[in-house]
T-cell receptor, first 116, second 114 residues
Framework: NAGVTQTPKFRILKIGQSMTLQCAQD?????MYWYRQDPGMGLKLIYY???????DKGEVPNGYNVSRSTTEDFPLRLELAAPSQTSVYFC???????????????FGPGTRLTVT | AQTVTQSQPEMSVQEAETVTLSCTYDTSESNYYLFWYKQPPSRQMILVIR??????QNATENRFSVNFQKAAKSFSLKISDSQLGDTAMYFC???????????FGKGTHLIIQP
């Protein structure tokens, strides 16, 4: 199993450009998440999904969009990039079933994004 | 609002010593799960240990153990016989129920000196 994969690893964007961060998992997890990590800080939740076709906002969703058309993929779209979106972005996945508790989240390697 | 506080921005110990990292959290929920994640310089987030809030017994994983004090909302991590490879950022986090994502603290930078 590859686990959680993210592309690209690094990207530099100009202000106002758009891009999509790709995330895929091969563990048949139903839950997927996007976080951002700013320097010296912990991770903050951007968006999450509990299954294909279902997404919801996290703590810091402004400036981002997501979609989940399949169980495996959960892309994050940045529209009109701004310097405040300079960060490291992590995708994660987990399996949760009713009455079975919460299991660990598996993280991808991250994407370092710089907006200048 | 749910919060996690890690009061030690950085700690440094000698190899083979025991070190304890502090974490306190705040939630009004009763069903939640607590985690410690390690982030080495490679940036990869690695699960260290997991604790269910409804379990009184403290979780252990080899050299890693927790002291979970539910009434005090405290969840400290003890690393025994510390090794150079333990040098990393350590993040305390929790999740309520299962739908929302993890809430993280700001992290503690642990340095193991040879």
């Amino acid at each position: 199993n590859a686990g959680v994969t993210q592309t690209p690893k690094f990207r530099i964007l100009k202000i106002g450009q758009s891009m999509t961060l790709q995330c895929a998992q091969d563990m048949n997890h139903n839950y997927m998440y996007w976080y951002r990590q700013d320097p010296g800080m912990g991770l903050k939740l951007i968006y999450y999904s509990v299954g294909a076709g279902i997404t919801d906002k996290g703590e810091v969703p402004n400036g981002y969009n997501v979609s989940r058309s399949t169980t495996e993929d959960f892309p994050l779209r940045l529209e009109l990039a701004a310097p405040s979106q300079t960060s490291v972005y992590f995708c994660a996945s987990s399996y949760t079933a009713p009455g079975q508790g919460v299991y660990e989240q598996y993280f991808g390697p991250g994407t370092r994004l710089t907006v200048t | 609002a749910q919060t996690v506080t890690q009061s030690q921005p950085e700690m440094s110990v000698q190899e083979a010593e025991t070190v304890t990292l502090s974490c306190t959290y705040d939630t009004s929920e009763s069903n939640y799960y607590l985690f410690w994640y390690k982030q080495p310089p490679s940036r990869q987030m690695i699960l260290v240990i997991r604790q269910e809030a409804y379990k009184q017994q403290n979780a252990t994983e080899n050299r890693f153990s927790v002291n979970f004090q539910k009434a005090a909302k405290s969840f400290s991590l003890k690393i025994s016989d510390s090794q150079l490879g333990d040098t990393a950022m350590y993040f305390c986090a929790f999740i309520v129920g299962g739908a929302d994502g993890l809430t993280f603290g700001k992290g503690t930078h642990l340095i193991i000196q040879p």
